[in-house]
């Protein structure tokens, strides 16, 4: 397996990653299982392995803190913090009061007195991001963190955070963890170069576009109660016409696959491992056949000839679905951010509630 430095911490990472996301009831619940393919894994030559406190809620951090124990030190671990843990509004995001009492959590169901990369999974428009780098920054100078990073963060929140941290005097993020694949590859053209830039790491998630990229599924015969497909059904309601697309584009990707003497879930996966930028490639194996399967192709590197017929077939910078996006930005997701009118319906409401108080005010006083 190769191996690669991560930005420029100086740690030395697998080339694959091994993502734990299926590690619990979202994937599986076989402790046994999750410990072999951990151990299988290692010996292929993976000592980077990824999780999140929300997977699973928890159960794959526990999952994998039994699978490493005896093994710990011998691992890179990363975990991520911010997606609703449950629905209390305090649960979640990237405030003080979330991240010290969470990484303790994370903590206890690693099984280890310290994480190598603790990285915010998605940004919190509601959180000071000085807010977030102080106590991140703590935690690093308190021995239970290593390394900070972030996850699907747009590059300008990215650039923010650097800043923020050389003039706060705070940790900085050493790694970011996009999305990345045939079918998402819009952070060629910011994500990947600012993180050069700034001397970051990057360790991709979903090479394999959501299992689009397995093969599984095609025009005449897409595949039935898969785990994924019971799990988030919209991502491949085959009415839709990005998904339309997708069918139509595998099998033009499958063609030249096939044309180089190697499986489209293998290209796929090479493809993202081959941009400069690129430190590591998550994968995230649900059974034991799935990683060796995953592993047969860990040492296929893609020549220019097919690069560039991936080009020609997705052009570089192109998303085909905004399902592979990872994140939408509020301004996206809530009209009202986008609308004139409603900012001046709050203005005007906040406005009646202020003359309100003053004419309470005034009131009071005169009693």
């Avoid at 993976?46 to 124990?69: M, P, Q, R």
């Avoid at 095609?218 to 595949?223: E, I, K, Q």
């Avoid at 060796?292 to 296929?300: I, K, Q, R, T």
């Avoid at 939408?328 to 986008?338: F, G, H, N, Q, Y």
Wanted: net charge negative.
């Amino acid at each position: 397996m190769e191996m690669r430095v991560l930005g420029r911490t100086g740690v030395s990472v697998s080339k694959l990653c091994f993502g734990a996301g299926m590690f619990g009831y979202f994937g599986n619940e076989d402790a046994a299982e999750c410990a072999r393919m951990v151990d299988r894994a290692i010996d292929a030559g993976i000592n980077y392995f990824d999780t999140s406190d929300v997977y699973s809620h928890g159960e794959s951090e526990t999952l994998l803190g039994k699978a490493l124990k005896g093994k710990r030190d011998e691992v890179v671990l990363a975990t991520k913090f911010s997606l609703p843990m449950t629905d209390d509004l305090n649960q979640r995001g990237s405030s003080r009061r979330w991240i010290v009492r969470e990484v303790e959590a994370s903590l206890k169901r690693l099984d280890t007195d310290y994480i190598d990369l603790y990285q915010v999974h998605r940004p919190d428009a509601s959180t000071d991001i000085d807010e977030t780098l102080g106590a991140l920054s703590d935690l690093v100078r308190a021995g239970k963190v290593r390394m900070l990073g972030s996850s699907t963060f747009p590059a300008e929140q990215i650039v923010e955070a650097q800043w923020v941290a050389q003039r706060r005097g705070r940790e900085r993020f050493r790694v970011e963890q996009p999305p990345y694949s045939i079918f998402a590859r819009r952070i060629e053209a910011d994500i990947l170069p600012t993180c050069q830039r700034y001397g970051m790491g990057v360790v991709v998630w979903s090479p394999l576009s959501q299992g689009w990229l397995t093969g599984k599924w095609r025009r005449d015969a897409p595949p039935n109660d898969t785990n994924r497909q019971n799990l988030q059904p919209h991502l491949y309601d085959m009415s839709r016409p990005d998904n339309q697309r997708k069918l139509d584009l595998i099998e033009q990707l499958d063609a030249v696959a096939s044309e180089a003497g190697i499986s489209l879930m293998h290209m796929a996966i090479a493809f993202t491992c081959a941009h400069p930028a690129v430190t590591s490639a998550i994968i995230g194996p649900r059974t034991f056949d799935q990683l060796e399967g995953l592993l047969a192709g860990a040492e296929v590197e893609l020549g220019d000839d097919v690069l560039d017929a991936i080009d020609a077939i997705v052009p570089p910078g192109v998303t085909v679905s905004r399902d592979d996006d990872g994140y939408v930005a509020p301004e996206i997701a809530d009209k009202t951010l986008r609308r004139r009118q409603a900012h001046r319906e709050l203005h005007e409401s906040a406005r009646e509630t202020l003359q309100n108080i003053e004419a309470y005010r005034a009131q009071k006083g005169k009693d």
